[in-house]
């Protein structure tokens, strides 16, 4: 079955600094893609990057990196630069084709707390 | 941009009444979701639809039914609410463009009390 796995509850960083979330997957179709979500205290679940199982480069998207290992199954996101604004849930999901419905399949969750 | 919009932010409703949500998106996306996110169990799928008027089932649809009449407005219903549908509501979108999974996005979220 597919699975996320995210095994940070909650980690700190200091202000300025970059941070890796770790995020590992199961799944047994060889076509899936990674999301990232960032959840503030405020609600709403915001998209931060995509890696589809077929792309040859990690993803970046501005201050957001992807660490893409593929045989190991993981795809850790990295914030570099942390400022104050990134202190917030975030979320990794999955999807594949082994689901008819489209969902996103979600993590529990790493809270990170970014220090002034 | 990407726009989902609730029409609720936070909701209080006695138990037994019926409570709609609301979900509206600005991308003429095929695909619209509406999950639940409570505290140790995470986000779960309620419903779905891939098209107008076609709904399908989540991972827990039971207390809950669905209206897509219109390709961009997609409506949760609980027809008798219960204290157990207390939760985070979220609303999500995509399309089911080429070259790859699409992403969601979601609304702000909709945070329902019954009481």
């Known amino acids: 079955a597919q699975k996320i796995t995210q095994t940070q509850p909650g980690m700190f960083v200091q202000e300025k600094e970059a941070v890796t979330l770790d995020c590992t997957y199961d799944?047994?179709?060889?076509?899936?893609?990674l999301f990232w979500y960032k959840q503030p205290s405020s609600g709403e679940m915001i998209f931060l990057i995509y890696?589809?199982?077929?792309?040859?480069q990690n993803a970046t998207e501005g201050r957001y990196s992807l660490n893409f290992q593929k045989a190991r199954k993981s795809a850790n996101l990295v914030i570099s630069a942390s400022q104050l604004g990134d202190s917030a849930m975030y979320f990794c999901?999955?999807?594949?084709?082994?689901?008819?419905?489209?969902?996103?399949?979600f993590g529990s969750g790493t809270r990170l707390l970014v220090r002034p | 941009d990407v726009k989902v919009t609730q029409s609720s932010r936070y909701l209080v409703k006695r138990t037994g009444e019926k409570v709609f949500l609301e979900c509206v998106q600005d991308?003429?996306?095929?695909?619209m979701f509406w999950y639940r996110q409570d505290p140790g169990l995470g986000l779960r799928l309620i419903y779905f639809?891939?098209?107008?008027?076609?709904?399908e089932k989540g991972d827990i649809p039971e207390g809950y039914s669905v209206s897509r009449e219109k390709k961009e407005r997609f409506s949760l219903i609980l027809e008798s609410a219960s204290t157990n549908q207390t939760s985070m509501y979220l609303c999500?979108?995509?399309?089911?463009?080429?070259?790859?999974?699409?992403?969601?996005?979601f609304g702000d979220g909709t945070r329902l009390s019954i009481l």
């Open positions: 999901a999955m999807r594949d084709r082994m689901d008819s419905s489209y969902k996103l399949i």
């Open positions: 799944t047994s179709d060889p076509s899936y893609g």
């Open positions: 890696q589809g199982s077929y792309d040859q």
């Open positions: 991308m003429d996306h095929e695909n």
């Open positions: 639809s891939y098209d107008v008027k076609m709904k």
């Open positions: 999500a979108s995509n399309t089911d463009g080429a070259g790859g999974y699409q992403p969601q996005h």
